[in-house]
């Protein structure tokens, strides 16, 4: 295993993939050569808004304020090496959001009740059937006033304990005043 080094560009050989060319965070080039195949496990490219809007055929937009549940390293670089080795690429309009999310940082950490509790909108509106699949629930949510809305909880809903933290360990009223 080689740690804290970035595939470049895939090495192609007579029409084949046969390696990669990586940099070290040292600056080490490396020329990784495969025997028997080459496997590009990338993590995606939900953290790239460009390449989200490009692949884009599901929603009728995706801002370009929207932030990744995914790592911040999932940026398409692994995409871009494979399309630069002449890779053909399919169902990449398969972006999924997840609307329960902290606006501001896309973490999931911020939950203080299940998810089916009442959603409403910037204007106190509901909005949609909080049973409604995933990619229904984000569609709605991108078509709010500001792309945003409120999970609504009370007493018998929550998920915090007798301390007041979350299931994550976060104060709730860290969260409120957030």
Known sequence: F?????????????????GVIATGSDGTIYRLHANKGVILATGGFTANAEMCQEYNKLYPEIPNFIKSTNSTAATGDGITMA?????????MEYIEFVSHVNPE????STYV??????????????????????SDVALTFLAQ?????????????VNIDENG??????????????
Do not use: H, W
């Not at 399309?83 to 169902?91: T, V």
């Not at 933290?165 to 957030?178: H, K, M, R, V």
């Open 145 to 157: 006033p500001g792309s945003k809305g409120y999970l609504i909880a009370d007493a018998n809903s």
């Open 105 to 108: 940082t896309g973490s999931e």
């Open 113 to 134: 009740c299940a998810f089916n509790q009442p959603l409403i909108n910037m204007e106190g509106k509901r909005f949609v059937n909080e049973d409604a699949s995933e």
């Open 83 to 91: 399309l630069g080795a002449g890779a053909s690429l399919f169902n």
């Open 165 to 178: 933290l979350t299931e994550e360990g976060i104060p709730a009223e860290d969260l409120i005043s957030s």
């Open 2 to 18: 080689l740690m804290e080094v970035r595939g470049e560009e895939l090495m192609v050989e007579n029409g084949s993939v046969v």
